[in-house]
């Protein structure tokens, strides 16, 4: 029998600071997202981030939960119950770190008989931190627990027409009719990660990123933001000199890829952007990052630079349209199963 496990990255199980401190302990301590030999991550994760974040995340924590718990496993819930509606096979979720796990997701579908399961990773765009840690947590989880079961995993989505005919619309929806720019804020990684997982050692996180063709490109996240960026401009008929595109969310003292939203979001109103409107392409569901880091301190930056009407776009999250996306790329690797 087959089943389907959606995997999104997971949140602490309560805003107590104990709980975030656990959750980014698991986060930060995975060598996809801090790459530094084990002594060197242990040093700066446990030795110094830790001593200080968990607490400030805690407060930013409380500012989006809701009654039901975290955005991001309510709206992964939602958009569950909402798949499991439109196909005959059962579907679960899983999360990279923290509750419900990866290996509970597997083990509610192998205890309704499935064998043979569709992995989707919930990231658009490939990134180690993301796509590759999912993966190979969840080859560990199968090759220790459930040897028998097959798993056949979905690949990132940044340029199928099906997603950016679901994301344009829904952007589209959702754009005020006065804007001065439309900005595109995807999360950020360190630019060492990109340098790491490009098998043709050949991207500088220059122009390569935005070239038309490219082998690097396939392991290229920044290539892969801006390809999904310029797809949904022509949808949209945009003018390009009304888009932007900048990065979120960096940690820590490492460069980070270009350019930071934070600095652009506090610089643009000088150059005569008042009216912004701005998405997270990055994020199929909204989270701490959209909800507080965009919506509420960029927001913050954005006016404190000069800007005057700032309008956040949701996420995709449980509307019907990308229910539609993730039911056929669900189906095209279930179908899969069948020609093996
Ligand atoms: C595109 C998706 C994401 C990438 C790429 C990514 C890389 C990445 N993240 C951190 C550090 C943190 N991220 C945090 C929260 C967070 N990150 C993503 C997605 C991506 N991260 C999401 C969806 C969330 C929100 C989770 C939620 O519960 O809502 C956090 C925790 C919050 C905080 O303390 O700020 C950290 C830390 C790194 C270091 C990284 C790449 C190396
Ligand atoms: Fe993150
Ligand atoms: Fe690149």
Redesign the pocket.
């Known amino acids: 029998m087959k089943g389907i496990l959606l995997v999104?990255?997971?949140?602490?199980r309560s805003t107590a600071v104990n709980d975030v401190k656990e959750y980014?302990d698991e986060?930060?301590m995975d060598e996809k997202?801090?790459d530094y030999r084990w002594i060197f991550r242990a040093l700066l994760v446990r030795g110094i981030i830790l001593k200080t974040?968990p607490a400030k995340?805690a407060e930013?924590?409380k500012t989006v939960w809701t009654d039901q718990g975290?955005?991001?496993i309510v709206i992964t819930e939602k958009i569950q119950k909402k798949l499991q509606k439109l196909v005959d096979v059962p579907v679960e979720i899983g999360m990279r770190y923290a509750e419900p796990s990866i290996e509970t997701g597997i083990q509610k579908l192998v205890d309704k008989g499935v064998s043979e399961i569709v992995l989707f990773p919930l990231?658009p765009?490939y990134?180690m931190?993301?796509t590759e840690t999912v993966i190979e947590k969840a080859e560990e989880v199968r090759k220790q627990k459930f040897p028998k079961v097959k798993i056949n995993y979905i690949q990132p989505f940044y340029n199928r027409d099906i997603y950016i005919n679901c994301l344009a619309e829904s952007i589209k929806e959702k754009l005020p009719e006065n804007f001065d720019a439309l900005q595109f804020s995807?999360?950020g990684?360190?630019e060492r990660?990109i340098y790491k997982t490009d098998p043709t050692k050949t991207c500088n996180l220059n122009d390569c990123c935005s070239r038309e063709s490219n082998p690097s490109h396939q392991f290229c996240?920044r290539h892969q933001c801006f390809d999904t960026t310029n797809k949904v401009i022509e949808k949209l008929n945009l003018p390009r000199e009304k888009t932007i595109v900048s990065f979120q969310?960096r940690?820590?003292k490492d460069k980070w890829i270009e350019p930071y939203t934070d600095e652009t979001l506090e610089t643009i109103p000088k150059k005569g952007i008042k009216n912004l409107a701005i998405v997270c392409p990055?994020?199929v569901s909204d989270?701490?990052?959209t909800l507080e880091e965009i919506s509420v301190e960029g927001k913050e930056q954005f006016l404190h630079g000069g800007g005057e009407n700032f309008h956040y776009i949701p996420c995709l999250n449980d509307e019907d349209r990308w229910i539609e996306v993730v039911k056929t790329l669900c189906e095209e690797k279930l179908n899969e199963f069948y020609l093996v």
């Open positions: 999104n990255l997971g949140s602490p980014l986060f930060l997202v801090i974040r995340s930013a924590y975290s955005p991001l990231y765009q990134a931190s993301t995807y999360h990684v360190p990660h996240y969310s940690l820590g990055a994020f989270c701490l990052e």
